[in-house]
């Protein structure tokens, strides 16, 4: 008998919780508790076994994804923590790349490192790039720092030298060293956390993970206990920013991998929903409480990459924020959700986001304090979200507050009705969303326009509509259990752990073949034993990549390998699929330049069942409305009458002609004039705009 599977994904206003049971689906929201997130879980699991029936013993799998690593990092509310360098390079954290990411602001204010001065200290050691010792490491270096590390009661270290990556050695020695003086100090190691060139990136990714692992480590351990209190006995698996699944083991030693674990479930939905529908080209679309995601799915996968930036100074502004080197999902996050607030500047024009009402005290119609008007508060007043039916009952909202607070902060000043101003807060905030799309298509060289809008989280439905025809879009698809699409995403990922090593190697007559495959095999053996050790005996799937550049260019693109082991064919493929990806992003390529690889990555996952092709569905009927409500026409201008159906009543086939509107418990679907709206054979709503 197959047992269930369980997912939470704590966001920064609702906690989603989905059960997987016989291919079936129980999902709810409850409000995040920021001062105690895993409260919010253990509320949403135990509503789930409460409504479902199911007991503890009936769970085979728990998947969980937080934003506690994310806000401890925005929030500078870390571990104290210690960092030790190579000689002479204390400041190069601080350094970082020595340029303006705001040009003409005399005022910028650049990040500041997470380990503070007084708390980073020189070793004597010295490594040159291809591993060769230049100075043996001075083991009585240590004994000022250890000296400094007590007094300052150092909980977590994180060890950078110069080409770690390349020859280990000194950094475990001191980190054997400060196991045995310092037993109660996490150690993070640049060779374990990010073994790449480049030592700003590689310092900065370890010094967060050091920042973060004491908390994240009694986070996830006080998890684990609960969940055993309350009589769990299955595995405990966290999700990645990478889309894999990482043992419990795993997060705790490398937390910084779970930075944007939410929104990566999310693609996972996206993509595995495209390959199911047979679409080549997706864009997901990911609206929660707080932020909204986009991503760029094609041929069934989403991008990837190995660059992140979090706890940016100017949010949206690349440069301003502490670079990372994790997988990732690569995607756009703009500060776009049900919760962010409005306002009207000096030269009166609506600005929405990234400021955020969060949980608490939330959008003003919740009635806990807020006061200033939300996109909740304006979907609330045109008539979008039913206040007496949101979160399917379970949070009774106050119109007469929404509508108050846009009054106040926008139609006053603008002298507009409470429809135009909320109207006004809609359309900057779909504007800003449609804007974010568009930039991250035209960075990557993709095009926006023929794609299908996937839409998903709590308030990414009732936006679809209006996004799409901006971008041009004529398809949306609204999955089942769409509000919680994240945590169902969850449920799809594989077990997965990506392996990445910095080896220079020309693409010349010298190309060393046989080190390529030695280095091969020992990140194959790396991955598979930290997968083997959640998951034994899975099928596994292999995937390669390399780093490349021409021969002194400042940048890499990253390039698709085959599966190895290789032969000597490997390096005329390794130019082909080079030129090949150089020309499909800027258009050229260089003649008579040398090629050279720079970083060469292995992921394995899993193996997964893929998605069942979605069959035909039935001849079109036209459901009976469950009742009416009252929606502003952004198209007319005016407040009328619009049908109303309630998603389960809704049949395969079921078509519907916009405006209308189509609820169920954890969001609700506008469907648009223009757009008609029908329900697929397996439930999906698939809105197209004939425009």
Not at 364 to 373: F, H, N, R, T, V
Not at 520 to 544: D, N, Q
Request: aromatic share 6%.
């Amino acid at each position: 008998m197959a047992k269930a599977h369980l997912a939470a994904d704590i966001g920064g206003t609702f906690t989603d919780i989905a059960v997987e049971h016989h291919g079936k689906y129980f999902t709810c929201k409850v409000p995040t508790i920021p001062q105690a997130p895993e409260e919010g879980v253990f509320r949403g699991v135990r509503q789930a076994m409460d409504e479902t029936g199911l007991a503890p013993a009936d769970f085979e799998l728990i998947i969980h994804g937080t934003t506690l690593a994310t806000n401890a990092l925005i929030e500078r509310k870390g571990a104290k923590t210690a960092m030790l360098v190579t000689d002479g390079f204390r400041d190069a954290i601080e350094m970082a790349y020595e340029n303006r990411f705001e040009q003409y602001d005399i005022f910028m204010d650049k990040p500041s490192p997470l380990v503070p001065r007084k708390h980073r200290f020189g070793v004597v050691e010295r490594v040159d790039a291809k591993g060769n010792v230049l100075i043996a490491f001075a083991e009585n270096s240590l004994d000022f720092v250890l000296q400094k590390l007590r007094e300052h009661d150092i909980e977590s270290v994180a060890i950078g030298l110069m080409h770690s990556y390349v020859a280990p050695r000194h950094e475990r020695q001191i980190a054997d060293i400060l196991a045995r003086e310092l037993p109660g100090v996490l150690v993070s190691l640049s060779s374990e956390v990010s073994p790449e060139i480049r030592e700003y990136e590689r310092w900065s990714t370890t010094a967060a993970n050091a920042y973060v692992q004491p908390l994240m480590s009694r986070y996830l351990g006080r998890l684990s206990d609960e969940l055993g209190g309350l009589g769990f006995t299955c595995p405990l698996y966290l999700m990645t920013s990478g889309g894999g699944l990482a043992t419990l083991e795993t997060a705790r030693r490398f937390p910084i991998r779970l930075v944007e674990s939410g929104p990566a479930g999310g693609a996972i939905l996206a993509a595995r929903l495209a390959r199911e529908c047979g679409l080549d080209r997706v864009l997901s679309f990911d609206m929660g409480g707080t932020t909204a995601k986009i991503c760029l799915i094609d041929d069934g996968e989403p991008q990837h990459s190995r660059s992140f930036e979090v706890a940016r100074q100017y949010r949206f502004l690349k440069g301003s924020g502490l670079p990372l080197r994790i997988p990732v999902i690569e995607m756009v996050e703009i500060g776009a959700g049900g919760g962010s607030t409005a306002r009207v500047d000096a030269l009166s024009r609506i600005h929405v986001g990234p400021e955020s009402a969060g949980a608490v005290p939330g959008p003003a119609c919740y009635g806990q304090g807020g006061i200033e008007p939300t996109v909740t508060d304006a979907d609330v007043a045109l008539g979008r979200i039913d206040p007496e039916n949101f979160a399917g009952g379970t949070i009774v909202l106050d119109a007469s507050l929404s509508t108050r607070a846009i009054d106040n902060a926008v139609g006053g000043p603008l002298a507009l009705s409470t429809n135009g101003a909320a109207f006004g807060i809609a359309e900057v905030v779909e504007e800003n969303m449609a804007n974010a799309a568009r930039v991250h298509a035209v960075e990557r060289g993709k095009e926006i326009r023929g794609r299908t809008l996937v839409a998903f989280g709590g308030a990414a439905p009732l936006h679809a509509a209006r996004l799409a025809r901006k971008l041009g879009i004529c398809e949306v698809i609204v999955p089942v259990a769409a509000g919680v699409g994240s945590a169902v995403g969850f449920l799809q990922a594989p077990v997965a752990y990506e392996v990445v090593r910095s080896r220079y190697e020309l693409l010349d007559d010298g190309f060393d073949l046989a080190g390529l495959n030695a280095l091969y095999e020992e990140m194959r053996g790396e991955a598979g034993s930290i997968i083997s050790a959640g998951a034994p005996g899975i099928e596994l799937i292999e995937t390669c990549t390399a780093d490349m550049r021409y021969r002194g260019q400042g940048h890499e693109i990253s390039v698709d390998l085959p599966a190895g082991p290789y032969d000597r064919s490997i390096r005329d493929e390794l130019a082909r699929r080079f030129d090949a990806a150089y020309t499909a992003m800027y258009s050229r390529r260089i003649p008579g330049l040398d090629v050279e690889v720079m970083n060469w990555t292995l992921r394995l996952s899993a193996a997964v069942d893929g998605p069942t092709p979605c069959p035909s569905a039935p001849a079109a009927v036209t459901p009976d409305p469950a009742s009416t409500r009252n929606m502003f026409d952004p198209d007319t201008g005016q407040t009328g009458k619009v049908p109303v159906y309630r998603r389960d009543a809704l049949m395969p086939g079921a078509e519907i002609v916009g405006p209308a509107v189509i609820t169920e418990i954890e969001t609700t679907t506008i469907v648009l004039a223009g757009f008609t709206a029908r329900i697929n054979a397996v439930g999906y709503i698939v809105m197209r705009w004939e425009n």
